[in-house]
């Protein structure tokens, strides 16, 4: 199990940063994806002494872009000659933001850093994950995909390339729900693509967790006092980087493909109920997850967009 190549965005702080050290640490040699170099070349250091290894890597990677999404593949293909983990960590959430915004593809910046953009990526390094003897690659979700047991809850499909930016009202919390529920259903269907190439294809939710201190600057002043404010409750992110580890190398997940796991390490089912009192035990519970996410006809809809964009941007 030691001295797997593993490649982890987002990881110069929070959640990914906790796992570069876990992973590090244990044995196994890890690329850090991240978009700003200058920022992440000094927690490459960081982490190479809190982990007392030398096997960090760096390799400069915009997930929203993908232009930059190509180039990190390009990178890490002439470096590597295979990938055994590959954890879609990074996320985009604009506390509060108003302005809609779109990618260098013209997508909407929560959908292209958070579904697309990794569905992308992935696409390109299943070549290289094929070549792992245990293949596993985890997605980074989020309890906010429980809004959607909300039977009005929609994904806004003819939204994302802007269609509608100067006339709609833009939620930057909606977008981030909706684009991390595309993200879910992207999941089950890439673990149905790639389950017979022996690529197992997982996702996480992750609950609450102390944010780090350059996610709370990037906040408005209120946002920046309630985050100080619940970061004082709030568990450490090496406790999800632990989840992390033992979903990637552990026994246990070996043979798993395309579920969702929650912070307690349970396989979370599709709700058999959504319907009065069980869509409340259902919002504040870890037992399920709504059946949106499982609707065919959803997901057949965010793979179509997703290939779309792959095909349309791909060169």
């Known amino acids: 199990m030691k001295d797997k190549i593993v490649v982890i965005t987002g990881a110069n702080s929070g959640i990914g940063k906790a796992a570069a050290i876990k ?7 890890v690329v850090m994806a991240c978009r700003n170099l200058a920022i992440s070349k000094p927690v490459q250091e960081e982490i190479m002494a809190s982990a007392g290894s030398q096997s960090i890597d760096l390799l400069e990677l915009d997930i929203s872009s993908f232009g930059s999404i190509r180039k990190f593949c390009e990178a890490f293909k002439a470096k590597y000659d295979k990938l055994d983990i590959l954890i879609h960590n990074a ?19 929560s959908f292209a850093t958070n579904a697309f953009g990794p ?3 992935t696409e390109l390094l299943a070549g290289w994950l094929e070549k792992s003897e245990d293949a596993r690659v985890l997605n980074a979700c989020t309890t906010n995909i429980k809004n959607f047991f909300d039977p009005k809850r929609t994904i806004e499909y003819d939204n994302l390339r802007g269609e509608y ?8 919390y909606k977008m981030y729900g909706d684009s991390k529920m595309a993200f879910l259903m992207l999941t089950f269907k890439m673990a149905e693509q790639w389950r017979e190439k022996g690529i197992h294809v997982n996702a996480i939710q992750i609950n609450r967790v102390k944010l780090s201190k350059e996610t709370i600057a990037k906040m408005s002043s209120y946002w920046k006092a309630l985050a ?16 992390y580890y033992y979903i990637c190398t552990s026994d246990q997940y070996r043979n798993v493909t395309g579920q969702l796991i929650n912070h307690m390490r349970e396989i979370v089912q599709p709700a058999p109920s959504e319907q009065g009192l069980d869509q409340l035990k259902n919002i504040f519970g870890s037992a399920y997850y709504p059946r ?11 793979w179509g967009m997703g290939q779309e964009l792959i095909s349309a941007h791909s060169s």
């Open 292 to 302: 949106y996410a499982i609707d065919r006809t959803n997901v057949d809809k965010v």
């Open 23 to 29: 992973f590090a640490a244990e044995g196994h040699r």
């Open 91 to 109: 996320a985009f959430l604009s506390h509060g933001e108003k302005e809609y915004r779109l990618s260098p593809e013209r997508v909407e910046l």
């Open 165 to 172: 930016q100067t006339t709609r009202r833009y939620s930057s």
């Open 119 to 121: 569905l992308y990526m």
């Open 228 to 243: 100080w404010a619940q970061n004082l409750t709030n568990p450490h992110p090496s406790a999800m980087a632990d989840n």
